[in-house]
């Protein structure tokens, strides 16, 4: 047979961050997908590297990553797994972060107090995610703070 093969499968990927590889391992399992080799590694100044293995291109990313201790550094490994699928052209980026990293401070309580929950809902979105699933955030209003991150579709208004 000559010329292109088309096909409308969808080509789901997931990625995993350091900080609880296991967690992964096992949705991986459970979605009978294996996970995409990547390398990942810190320099010798703390800066954090990450490269896929094998072409994204098109796919349904999930990027599996907990943040838990030391949070910063699993917050900025996450969003630099998101950069580098969107610029390797990943269809669509899905951010699977089971603890919500700063939800505990979705409002100020006092003055010169930051939300710190919002800056980074703004992160993930500017990094490239289109979605992102969490587990029991601290409080409703941080589904608004999501809500008002999602990136409009090309020629809709901005439903914030």
């Given at each position: 047979?000559?010329?292109?093969?088309?096909?409308?499968?969808?080509?789901?990927?997931?990625?995993?961050?350091?900080?609880?590889?296991?967690?992964?391992?096992?949705?991986?399992?459970?979605?009978?997908?294996?996970?995409?080799?990547?390398?990942?590694?810190?320099?010798?100044?703390?800066?954090?590297?990450?490269?896929?293995?094998?072409?994204?291109?098109?796919?349904?990313?999930?990027?599996?990553?907990?943040?838990?201790?030391?949070?910063?550094?699993?917050?900025?490994?996450?969003?630099?797994?998101v950069?580098a699928?969107?610029?390797?052209?990943?269809?669509?980026?899905?951010?699977?972060?089971?603890?919500?990293?700063?939800?505990?401070?979705?409002?100020?309580?006092?003055?010169?107090?930051?939300?710190?929950?919002?800056?980074?809902?703004?992160?993930?979105?500017?990094?490239?995610?289109?979605?992102?699933?969490?587990?029991?955030?601290?409080?409703?209003?941080?589904?608004?703070?999501?809500?008002?991150?999602?990136?409009?579709?090309?020629?809709?208004?901005?439903?914030g």
């Open positions: 047979m000559t010329g292109l093969k088309k096909t409308t499968e969808k080509n789901l990927m997931i990625f995993s961050g350091r900080a609880h590889p296991q967690l992964a391992d096992e949705v991986s399992v459970l979605l009978g997908q294996p996970l995409v080799p990547q390398s990942a590694y810190e320099f010798a100044n703390g800066e954090i590297y990450v490269r896929y293995e094998e072409s994204v291109r098109g796919c349904d990313a999930f990027v599996i990553q907990s943040h838990t201790s030391p949070i910063n550094e699993w917050i900025m490994e996450h969003l630099l797994m950069d699928l969107k610029r390797a052209s990943a269809k669509r980026i899905t951010v699977v972060m089971p603890f919500y990293g700063y939800a505990r401070r979705d409002k100020k309580h006092r003055g010169r107090e930051p939300i710190s929950a919002r800056p980074v809902a703004d992160l993930f979105k500017t990094a490239g995610a289109d979605r992102l699933i969490t587990v029991d955030l601290h409080a409703d209003q941080i589904q608004g703070l999501l809500r008002r991150s999602r990136r409009p579709p090309d020629g809709a208004a901005d439903p």
